[in-house]
T-cell receptor, first 117, second 114 residues
């Protein structure tokens, strides 16, 4: 049958404002989470990661928060710039859980961030 | 250090044909994973190779296969192509493949099946 594209949530922010992108994950045993940024025509680019023994991790202009109680992950971007416009994906690594090792990322559907001038 | 490279970048095939895609990981990285990205299904895991062995596998039919060479370079093959195989195929590499480290993605190979 005809394939239907995933409906990407869109977040529009003004340049200079802070952005918050949210993600829910499904497996309470997942222990490693990553945020990726994907610009049109490019592969996903690593932004920041966090392990399940942490609640918060900060990078340059970005912060990731992990709430294991409600299985929720968020990415905060400070002072959003036009270059931040892209699709943002959260991903969890289930390799450890399933096989005792290795990589097997499960991605969320993504959020389109649009920065308005 | 050079990033993950994938060849070819673009490919057009017809139904029933087969295709081989190549991935060169970042120098020193031992784990190579493959993902399929489509508008309908998003990013989906195909398989992971480590030390020339397939260690993890996603839910794809047997038409999708791969291998890894002793220098960690990897290839994936899709046989008997279907229209639905049109997608961006992404390769990612990581240093130890321990599931707790960053995976770096290449630019992808865009496959169009006619």
């Amino acid at each position: 049958g005809e394939s239907v594209g995933l409906h990407l949530p869109t977040l529009s922010v003004q340049e200079g404002d802070n952005s918050i992108i949210n993600c829910a994950y499904s497996n309470s045993a997942s222990d490693y989470f990553i945020w990726y940024k994907q610009e049109s025509g490019k592969g996903p680019q690593f932004i920041i990661d966090i392990r399940s023994n942490m609640d918060k991790r900060q990078g340059q202009r970005v912060t990731v928060l992990l709430n294991k109680t409600v299985k929720h992950l968020s990415l905060q971007i400070a002072a959003t710039q036009p270059g931040d416009s892209a699709v943002y994906f959260c991903a969890e690594n289930r390799g450890i859980i399933l096989t005792g090792g290795g990589n097997k990322l499960t991605f969320g559907t993504g959020t389109q961030l649009k920065v308005e001038l | 250090k050079a990033g993950v490279t994938q060849t070819p970048r673009y490919l057009i095939k017809t139904r029933g044909q087969q295709v081989t895609l190549s991935c060169s990981p970042i120098s020193g990285h031992r784990s190579v994973s493959w993902y399929q990205q489509t508008p309908g299904q998003g990013l989906q895991f195909l398989f992971e190779y480590f030390s020339e062995t397939q260690r993890n596998k996603g839910n794809f039919p047997g038409r999708f296969s791969g291998r890894q060479f002793s220098n960690s370079r990897s290839e994936m093959n899709v046989s008997t192509l279907e229209l639905g195989d049109s997608a961006l195929y992404l390769c990612a590499s990581s240093l130890r493949g321990d599931g707790q480290e960053t995976q770096y993605f290449g630019p992808g190979t865009r496959l169009l099946v006619l």
